[in-house]
């Protein structure tokens, strides 16, 4: 079945760092990828996304990388600042029954000290 | 206001009773998600409603829940006989339609069954 998985569950660095937060991915048939933020009491918040027809994209601070010959997804975050902390979620569109279902992970918690 | 809402932001209620948990997405978008998160845990899919087409229940876990979408706006999710375990925060979504859309959260419900 399909799964999304984080290697770390938290990640702790220092301010200025940059951070980089992986996935894996078990569904070789997934074509769209999500990284999201959810701050505590929050909903999670969209960050940046990537097709499989691209293997880089970047946003501002935040690049995601996708390969996909080791099914592997990774957020890296530049210049890390203390509102970076939050828990990050990759998530994977499943084209299940037509829709773009979203399969998450369980989750990395990032704790940027100052 | 812009984005998405949902009522109420807690619940906590006695074992065996039925809760009603609402999402208002926002104005226009056509497709509505509803996912579950539990402690430390990533988002599960639930139940997703795209315009006036029937909706895609394959995430629901038993019969005890249900969801209705009034007029492809407003939807309300019903869990009934309520269980422990269904202890979770209750996240809606809603995205501009069925395709690669970001998908926009409301800040949950945080549901306790004593």
Redesign the interface.
């Known amino acids: 079945g399909e799964s999304v998985g984080l290697h770390l569950p938290t990640l702790s660095v220092q301010e200025g760092d940059n951070s980089i937060i992986n996935c894996a991915y078990s569904n070789s048939a997934s074509d769209y990828f999500i990284w999201y933020k959810q701050e505590s009491g929050k909903g999670p918040q969209f960050i940046i996304d990537i097709r499989s027809n691209m293997d880089k994209r970047q946003g501002q601070r935040v690049t995601v990388l996708l390969n996909k010959t080791v099914k592997h997804l990774s957020l890296q975050i530049a210049a890390t600042q203390p509102g970076d902390s939050a828990v990050y979620f990759c998530a994977e569109m499943g084209m299940n029954t037509g829709f773009q279902k979203l399969v998450f992970g369980t989750g990395t918690r990032l704790l940027v000290s100052p | 206001g812009a984005g998405?809402s949902q009522s109420p932001s807690n619940k906590v209620t006695e074992k065996g009773k039925d809760v009603e948990l609402r999402c208002d997405p926002i104005s226009g978008h056509t497709?509505l998600?509803w996912?579950r998160q539990s402690l430390?845990?990533?988002?599960?899919?639930l139940i997703?409603f795209?315009g006036n087409s029937a909706p895609?229940k394959?995430?629901l876990p038993s019969d005890r829940f249900s969801a209705e979408r009034t007029g492809g706006s407003v939807s309300t999710l019903t869990i009934q006989r309520t269980q422990q375990e269904d202890s979770a925060v209750y996240?809606c979504?809603s995205s501009r339609d069925?395709?690669?859309n970001?998908?926009?959260?409301?800040?949950?419900t945080r549901l306790t069954v004593l």
């Open positions: 998405v497709a998600y996912y430390g845990q990533g988002l599960e899919f997703y795209q895609d394959s995430g996240l979504a069925q395709t690669y970001e998908q926009f959260f409301g800040p949950g």
